[in-house]
């Protein structure tokens, strides 16, 4: 079961050419959902060929950078004949705004655009599997941060012991890996938890976006597969983070520790870095041990299981 996430603008509120305003795609099995849509993203898209195929956008709150590339996406995927309905998930008070924000052009596309409120420590999108839930974070306006988190799988079934208890290969193992007993030939029953193990983790995948350091964030990233942290500028600026609400990669870096995070990815670099954010990198990795970078616009990563061999 795959989850990959594309990051298609890493930059701060200023974009740069190398770094576009914030946006990522994160595509499990199928299910293709789009966090933050700044300035351009479509063009990222098209640059780096995920097609436009996207159910549902979540918003963390209405900085120009996080939805000035709402518009222009809209009409494209009206102008590519779409029908279905896009769901655009955002912060609490934020709806009208956002409405008239994709409509400022005048144009009203010919399928649903769906735009649905969601607070801080509920479920933006329940699915199969998984869920996508709102956390809250402190920026200059009303922000959160969003959590992917995957059920719980089964255990690992044990064939050799079912074999030796007389289960012979067939249906039967599929009833006893789903949790049901089976009743052998002889009348023996052989019980789910003989040859079953324990539940095994899904993945967790938190998108902070602009953010200070949060206790909560601590608490929502807690084992997390990949946190993706708000990380705007360096020690040097640390000051100027704190007055824009930011974070600094030392900071995000801390966040991930105490979270117990397994990577951890930094974006929203300021332009100020946008030549060379190797400085941000290397402080954030002074706070924390795991695997920590700074992606490029485009970069695909894969979030593999808890346990590696999935």
């Known amino acids: 079961m795959s989850l990959r996430v594309r990051f298609l603008g890493t930059g701060g509120a200023v974009p740069t050419t190398e770094r576009a305003p914030s946006s990522l795609l994160v595509n499990r099995e199928g299910d293709r959902l789009l ?15 995920t097609g436009f195929s996207v159910d549902h956008v979540f918003i963390t709150h209405l900085h120009g950078d996080h ?7 809209v009409q494209t995927m009206d102008f590519n004949d779409r029908e279905r309905p896009l769901a655009i998930h955002c912060p609490p008070n934020t709806k009208r705004d956002l409405h008239d924000l994709v409509h400022a052009a005048g144009h009203e596309s010919a399928f649903p655009v769906r735009i649905a409120e969601v607070s801080p420590g509920s479920v933006a999108l329940e699915a199969d599997e998984y869920e996508v839930r709102a ?47 089976v009743e052998l030939e002889d009348g023996t029953v052989v ?23 949060q206790n909560r964030t601590v608490e929502v990233a807690a084992d997390a597969d990949l946190l993706v942290h708000d ?19 030392r900071e ?12 951890l990815v930094l974006t929203h670099i300021s332009s100020r870095y946008a030549g060379d954010a190797s400085a ?12 920590c970078f700074v992606p490029d616009d485009g970069q695909l990563i894969e979030v593999p299981y808890p346990d590696a061999d999935g």
């Open 252 to 263: 995000a870096g801390e966040i991930a520790a105490r979270a117990g995070a397994k990577r």
């Open 231 to 249: 990380a705007t500028f360096g020690d040097d600026m640390a000051e100027r983070a704190r007055q824009t609400a930011h974070s600094t990669g």
């Open 35 to 49: 966090f933050d849509c700044g300035e351009g993203t479509q063009r990222q898209m098209m640059r780096f060929a």
């Open 191 to 213: 019980r789910p938890e003989q040859v079953v193990g324990p539940p095994r983790p899904g993945r967790r995948f938190v998108y902070t976006a602009d953010t200070r350091p």
């Open 280 to 291: 941000i990198e290397a402080e954030a990795r002074e706070a924390f041990d795991g695997e």
């Open 135 to 181: 956390f809250e974070t402190d920026h200059r306006t009303r922000s959160q941060g969003y959590a992917l988190v995957e059920d719980d799988r089964l255990g690992r079934f044990d064939r050799p012991k079912a074999e030796e208890l007389g289960v012979p290969p067939g249906p039967e193992f599929g009833t006893l890996h789903e949790g049901e007993p």
């Open 67 to 73: 939805v000035l590339g709402l518009p222009g996406l």
